[in-house]
């Protein structure tokens, strides 16, 4: 019984451990995807964007995704891409703090509201807030290697320490009462 004990507080501490890591994985555009005629700036309101979770785009072909610094962004230039990918999955992991900018590369679709603006906290953070903006201010971005995947999900839950720990203090006292 003690050892069972034991086992059972040793599962629940190395989960406690693991799961604050979770990031968590951003469908650009949600069912619409990347494409023309999106508004992106409302799509990534409201997100908490941190340091760990992926951005991924879903187009299809006659599209890109380049990432650019804040100055290309607003004029939709794409000479100077810090990174590009045209193959329909784009899978772009956000490794800094800081805003990163995005936009299409094929002409007029950047002009046409092709491009998305992400502010991008500290994964240490627990209160950051979102602020995609076209004002072009916080820093500039870092680079990303821009990584195609085909099977990318959707929005998974982060879970915070918080839970886990409850759910742990829970498990400990009813364990005690056995």
């Not at 094929?106 to 502010?119: D, E, F, I, Y």
């Not at 290697?145 to 918080?162: E, G």
Request: net charge positive.
């Amino acid at each position: 019984m003690v050892f069972s004990k034991a086992l059972v507080l040793a599962l629940l501490l190395a989960m406690n451990m693991a799961l604050p890591t979770i990031a968590t994985v951003y469908t650009v555009g949600d069912t619409s995807g990347w494409a023309t005629g999106g508004d992106y700036s409302t799509w990534a309101s409201g997100k908490n964007f941190v340091v760990g979770d992926s951005l991924v785009f879903n187009y299809g072909s006659g599209h890109t995704v380049d990432e650019v610094k804040e100055s290309d962004y607003k004029s939709c230039s794409t000479g100077n891409s810090i990174s590009t990918d045209s193959s329909g999955a784009t899978t772009i992991p956000l490794k800094t703090s800081g805003t990163h900018y995005f936009i299409c590369s094929v002409p007029g679709h950047c002009s046409g509201g092709m491009k998305l603006a992400v502010t991008v906290k500290d994964g240490k953070s627990s209160s950051s807030t979102t602020t995609p903006s076209s004002s072009g201010k916080g820093s500039p971005p870092s680079s990303t290697t821009a990584t195609p995947k085909s099977n990318a999900s959707s929005s998974v839950s982060r879970v915070t320490p918080i839970v886990v720990l409850i759910v742990s203090l829970i498990s400990c006292c009813v364990l005690n009462m056995v």
